[in-house]
């Protein structure tokens, strides 16, 4: 009977031990999973896309393939093997804009959630420049790119050149007639930078200097009368202003003589379009820029240092309608604007300026009594309301006859003004001008003695400018990148501007898009606080 007890017992324990044993195989989990690449570094030029593959066994079924990257953009595609033991996926990959290195991490995961990771490493180089000789040019400059110019170019009639986001274009000029390279705009030229991507238009980097922030070492972009539309967003154009060549197509229609300094941009077709946005023209020999005929649209914008010791931030010339509006003039040789119906061309000028900044303008301009701030005169017509003027050498100007605009379509108001000399507050109305105090809107502007009626900007220091070296662009020296022209909140700028007023366009739309101008601000100048 103890033997049949004893041999159930061992049964009994046998038969336990079996069924742990089964228990512990059925818990044992399959192999992980395994990812490999057919790259382990992956070179790559700026802003380049390329392709490779991962090929993936897992014992335990895949269940899901994902791609992450430190730097650039990842996706994965064609992915195959999901609920199988092998697959493989493609990996795309686009390289950021930046030189450097990276690292691409593909991860698979099976259907116990087991995991295994492959890394890639990434190495990024700067793309070669593109060197552009002399000659017609179309087509699109790419994202990112360098373009090194080395002789004119011409955009053709009919054609168009696109500069995309983050390009910089080097132009190799030595300030002379015939070593300045400058592009004619025949066709169509459209620079669409973003506040994160601008384009840079400018010379060799051991040129960009204080001896020749007004030499002028390139020609500039200059259209013709077949020119359709050009628009600039978020560009910067800096160093232009050389001496214009014989044969230039400038010198050939007669705006320019040869040897006379070009401009940063130059548009002229009354039927055209011309936008310019949120973008920068620095360190020109003479005007920044010159519209003569065309409706435009140009707000948003930095003009720095422009012209040596004559020459306007912005000049408009007859047959010029449109909006400057939320400009920012800094430091120009004459006015911000200068406005004018000179040679009576059709239709006659007429814009729309509001809103607009003007600091330490006019001071470099040798001949008596021109410009300060913004001047409407000869025939032309519009509106000047909201201007924030600081230290200007006058303040708004509508000359005396014969030079008178034309006073019965024309008018100005709500202006903030401040100086920091007498000889700066006795000006706010030129002497030289036909505005007092009281005559349209001017009833609504603040002007007081000097210092007062600081406007009180947010990092901007104005109360140590001083006029008498101001007059000579020797004392100059190269301006912060920083520079800041926002309002603190308790200025006395905010809430005196007029906004019941329209802009003169509405819209332009130009290269298929459509831009509008920005409705008037209840703060005087370009930004509020």
């Given at each position: 009977?103890?033997t049949?007890?004893?041999l159930l017992?061992?049964?009994l324990?046998?038969?336990t031990?079996?069924?742990?044993?089964?228990e512990?195989?059925?818990?044992?989990l399959?192999?992980a999973?395994?990812?490999?690449?057919?790259?382990?570094t992956?070179?790559?030029?700026?802003?380049?896309?390329?392709?490779f593959s991962?090929?993936?066994?897992?014992a335990?079924?895949i269940?899901?393939v994902?791609?992450?990257?430190?730097?650039?953009t990842v996706?994965l595609?064609?992915i195959?093997?999901?609920g199988q033991n092998t697959?493989?996926a493609?990996?795309n990959?686009k390289?950021?804009?930046?030189?450097?290195t990276?690292?691409i991490s593909?991860?698979?995961t099976d259907?116990q959630?087991q995991q295994?990771?492959?890394d890639i490493s990434?190495e990024?180089?700067?793309v070669?420049?593109?060197?552009?000789a002399a000659?017609d040019v179309?087509?699109?400059?790419?994202s990112g790119?360098?373009?090194?110019?080395?002789?004119?170019?011409?955009?053709?009639?009919?054609?168009?050149?696109?500069?995309?986001e983050?390009v910089t274009?080097?132009?190799?000029?030595?300030g002379?007639?015939g070593?300045?390279?400058?592009?004619?705009?025949?066709?169509?030229?459209?620079?669409?930078?973003?506040?994160?991507k601008p384009?840079l238009f400018?010379v060799?980097?051991?040129?960009?200097?204080?001896?020749?922030?007004?030499t002028?070492?390139?020609?500039?972009?200059?259209?013709?009368?077949?020119s359709?539309?050009m628009v600039f967003?978020?560009?910067?154009?800096e160093?232009?202003g050389?001496?214009?060549?014989?044969g230039?197509p400038?010198?050939?229609s007669?705006?320019?003589?040869?040897g006379?300094?070009?401009?940063?941009?130059?548009?002229?077709n009354?039927?055209?379009?011309f936008v310019?946005q949120?973008?920068?023209?620095?360190?020109t020999k003479d005007?920044g820029?010159r519209?003569?005929q065309?409706?435009?649209?140009i707000t948003n914008n930095t003009f720095?240092?422009?012209g040596?010791?004559?020459?306007d931030?912005?000049?408009l010339?007859s047959?010029?309608v449109?909006?400057?509006a939320f400009?920012?003039?800094?430091?120009?040789?004459t006015?911000?604007?200068?406005?004018?119906?000179?040679?009576?061309?059709?239709?006659q000028?007429?814009?729309?300026m509001?809103?607009?900044?003007a600091?330490?303008?006019?001071?470099r301009q040798t001949?008596?009594?021109?410009?300060?701030?913004i001047?409407l005169?000869?025939?032309?017509?519009?509106?000047?309301?909201?201007?924030?003027v600081?230290?200007c050498r006058?303040g708004i100007?509508?000359?005396k006859?014969?030079?008178?605009?034309?006073?019965?379509?024309s008018?100005?108001?709500?202006?903030?003004?401040?100086?920091?000399?007498?000889?700066i507050?006795?000006?706010f109305y030129?002497a030289t001008?036909?505005?007092?105090?009281g005559l349209f809107?001017?009833a609504?502007?603040?002007?007081?003695?000097?210092?007062?009626?600081?406007?009180q900007?947010?990092s901007?220091?104005?109360?140590?400018f001083d006029?008498?070296t101001?007059t000579?662009?020797e004392n100059?020296?190269?301006?912060?990148?920083?520079?800041?022209?926002?309002l603190?909140?308790?200025s006395?700028a905010?809430?005196?501007?007029k906004?019941d007023f329209?802009?003169?366009?509405?819209?332009?739309?130009?290269g298929?898009?459509?831009?509008?101008?920005?409705?008037?601000?209840?703060?005087?100048?370009a930004?509020?606080n």
């Amino acid at each position: 009977m103890q033997t049949g007890k004893s041999l159930l017992t061992a049964l009994l324990l046998a038969a336990t031990f079996t069924f742990s044993a089964c228990e512990k195989e059925d818990d044992t989990l399959p192999t992980a999973p395994q990812v490999t690449s057919e790259l382990s570094t992956l070179p790559v030029q700026q802003d380049e896309a390329k392709v490779f593959s991962v090929t993936i066994s897992a014992a335990g079924k895949i269940k899901e393939v994902t791609a992450t990257a430190t730097s650039g953009t990842v996706t994965l595609s064609e992915i195959t093997g999901i609920g199988q033991n092998t697959g493989s996926a493609r990996v795309n990959f686009k390289a950021p804009a930046t030189v450097g290195t990276s690292t691409i991490s593909v991860l698979v995961t099976d259907q116990q959630n087991q995991q295994k990771q492959v890394d890639i490493s990434v190495e990024v180089s700067e793309v070669p420049p593109v060197i552009v000789a002399a000659g017609d040019v179309d087509g699109t400059w790419q994202s990112g790119r360098t373009y090194i110019v080395r002789g004119n170019l011409n955009v053709p009639a009919g054609k168009s050149l696109t500069v995309e986001e983050g390009v910089t274009v080097i132009v190799e000029g030595d300030g002379s007639q015939g070593g300045s390279p400058e592009i004619t705009v025949r066709g169509n030229f459209y620079s669409y930078g973003t506040a994160e991507k601008p384009v840079l238009f400018t010379v060799p980097a051991a040129r960009r200097t204080k001896e020749n922030m007004f030499t002028g070492l390139w020609g500039g972009i200059l259209g013709t009368m077949q020119s359709q539309e050009m628009v600039f967003q978020h560009t910067r154009i800096e160093y232009a202003g050389a001496p214009a060549a014989e044969g230039s197509p400038i010198v050939t229609s007669g705006e320019l003589g040869a040897g006379d300094p070009r401009y940063s941009i130059y548009f002229t077709n009354p039927n055209g379009r011309f936008v310019m946005q949120h973008s920068t023209i620095a360190y020109t020999k003479d005007d920044g820029m010159r519209i003569n005929q065309g409706n435009f649209l140009i707000t948003n914008n930095t003009f720095i240092y422009t012209g040596a010791t004559g020459g306007d931030a912005l000049n408009l010339k007859s047959g010029s309608v449109g909006d400057a509006a939320f400009n920012v003039f800094y430091q120009s040789a004459t006015n911000g604007i200068k406005c004018s119906n000179s040679d009576d061309r059709s239709p006659q000028t007429d814009v729309n300026m509001y809103n607009n900044t003007a600091i330490n303008c006019g001071w470099r301009q040798t001949k008596a009594g021109r410009g300060g701030s913004i001047n409407l005169e000869k025939g032309g017509r519009g509106k000047v309301f909201n201007t924030l003027v600081v230290n200007c050498r006058y303040g708004i100007r509508f000359p005396k006859a014969p030079d008178n605009p034309d006073i019965t379509n024309s008018t100005t108001g709500h202006n903030f003004y401040f100086g920091n000399h007498t000889t700066i507050a006795d000006e706010f109305y030129p002497a030289t001008g036909s505005i007092t105090k009281g005559l349209f809107e001017t009833a609504h502007d603040v002007a007081g003695a000097a210092n007062e009626n600081n406007p009180q900007f947010a990092s901007l220091n104005i109360s140590n400018f001083d006029n008498t070296t101001a007059t000579s662009a020797e004392n100059l020296e190269v301006p912060p990148a920083n520079l800041n022209f926002k309002l603190q909140a308790g200025s006395p700028a905010l809430g005196v501007g007029k906004t019941d007023f329209a802009p003169k366009l509405a819209t332009i739309i130009a290269g298929g898009k459509t831009y509008t101008a920005p409705s008037p601000a209840s703060h005087a100048g370009a930004f509020g606080n």
